[in-house]
């Protein structure tokens, strides 16, 4: 389904503040699979998934999705085959729009505007069930301005708009890091559900250690551009937050994580 290679990525080459942000980062995601990557501050993680989307180029490498090469494709052109939620969650709605507007937006993507009638009323139940299943009572709110929703009922609903068209490739860039514990677990609970119940091919960056172990089929962890251990199967299901600490200091030389990720 995604298939990086060898891709590199330096900003502000040939200056004192030249940073080799990947190199040579190569991983391949199979249709259905979800992967959870984690690292340090500067690890190249959020380069790795932004570069995957389109939002700068990289320097040497490919990248392809669903057998598609997308690495010079911009942007917007990858929209069509990525999902995408962000790890403000401001980003990825429109405020001053209702609920259901939002949900027509993303109904819509990518298909052709014609003069057409507003949410008929057939659309309206469809977004009106999906709503329910987040559990948080917004099948009740629908024309409610989603600039009144909390954090965490805006980045569900953020989930909900990325996943309504079943994108190829669904990127999770630290969704749940500006928001509490508590709500934090319940949009994690959320992209579980959605996730499974569509088989969604799944790239996640976190900064938790706990639910990079406990999310998707494998564990990515970078340090310094590269990829430094790469889990799967019954030895991801064994690990442990000491483990993977353990792990990773013998895989990086000996280099430590934030205490972000070690505390999350």
């Known amino acids: 389904m995604l298939d990086v290679k060898n891709i590199c990525k330096t900003f502000n080459a040939g200056t004192v503040n030249e940073k080799r942000a990947l190199n040579g980062v190569s991983v391949h995601i199979n249709d259905g699979e979800s992967i959870a990557v984690i690292g340090g501050n ?3 993680k959020s380069t790795l998934l932004n570069a995957v989307a389109g939002v700068w180029t990289v320097d040497e490498g490919t990248i392809s999705i669903g057998g598609v090469d997308v690495t010079h494709l911009p942007e917007h052109k990858r929209a069509a085959y990525i999902g995408r939620v962000f790890q403000d969650p401001m980003m990825g709605t429109a405020a001053t729009m209702q609920i259901e507007e939002n949900l027509a937006l993303a109904a819509r993507r990518g298909k052709k505007r014609g003069f057409r009638a507003g949410i008929t009323k057939a659309e309206r139940e469809e977004y009106r069930e999906l709503l329910r ?3 948080l009572g917004l099948e ?3 024309t409610s301005k989603v600039g009144l929703l909390s954090g965490g009922q805006r980045q569900a609903l953020t989930l909900l708009m990325a996943t309504l068209q079943k994108p190829k490739l669904l ?3 630290e ?4 928001l509490d514990p508590k709500t934090a677990a319940k949009v ?7 996730v499974n119940r569509d088989r ?3 790239l996640m ?4 250690m706990k639910d990079a172990i406990e999310y998707g089929d494998r564990l990515i962890m970078m340090n310094e551009g590269k990829i430094v251990l790469d889990i799967a199967g019954e030895e991801k299901q064994k690990l442990t937050v000491e483990d993977l600490l353990a792990r990773f200091s013998v895989a990086s030389g000996g280099a430590m994580l934030s205490d972000k990720a070690i505390l999350s």
Do not use: Q, W, Y
Request: a negative charge; zero cysteines; glycine letters at 6%.
């Open 140 to 142: 009740n709110r629908m």
């Open 205 to 208: 960056i976190t900064h938790n």
């Open 133 to 135: 299943t987040l559990d």
């Open 42 to 44: 500067g690890a190249g």
């Open 175 to 178: 969704h749940t890091a500006a």
């Open 188 to 194: 994690m609970e959320t992209t579980r559900t959605l």
């Open 171 to 173: 990127l999770l860039d």
């Open 200 to 202: 969604l091919t799944t």
